[in-house]
């Protein structure tokens, strides 16, 4: 069974940077595609990256790219979302996910099987 815990989620300034954690208490975590998605208030959730199973591709939406990087230790059962140059707009609950499959999409929310509880992520002017 899969159980996934977000963590480093915190209050920062516009700018800074911080590291998101995920970890995985079962013992499949490099059978799965790992994804992040954040949701703001009023807003749908949305795609932000993803790492595949060996951690050889990587994917991230445009609003993140050279910002954001993902990445994966299976040896660890977790994934990172390392996250730079904060903007306002960042500011959401972030969310990892797992997706089984080996079809479908790595940026459609529909795709993935099972959800962290997220990490509130705030970014200050």
């Known amino acids: 069974q899969v159980q996934l815990v977000e963590s480093g989620g915190r209050l920062v300034q516009a700018g800074g940077s911080l590291r998101l954690s995920c970890a995985d208490s079962?013992?499949?975590?490099?059978?799965?595609?790992m994804g992040w998605f954040r949701q703001a208030p009023g807003k749908e959730r949305e795609f932000v990256a993803a790492?595949?199973?060996?951690?050889?591709?990587?994917y991230y939406s445009d609003s993140v790219k050279g910002r954001f990087t993902v990445s994966r230790d299976n040896a660890k059962n977790t994934v990172y979302l390392q996250i730079s140059s904060l903007k306002p707009e960042d500011t959401a609950v972030y969310s990892c996910a797992a997706k089984l499959r080996t079809v479908g999409s790595e940026y459609s929310v529909g795709e993935y099987d099972y959800w962290g509880q997220g990490t509130q992520v705030t970014v200050t002017s």
């Open positions: 079962g013992h499949t975590f490099s059978r799965y595609v």
């Open positions: 790492i595949s199973q060996t951690g050889d591709s990587t």
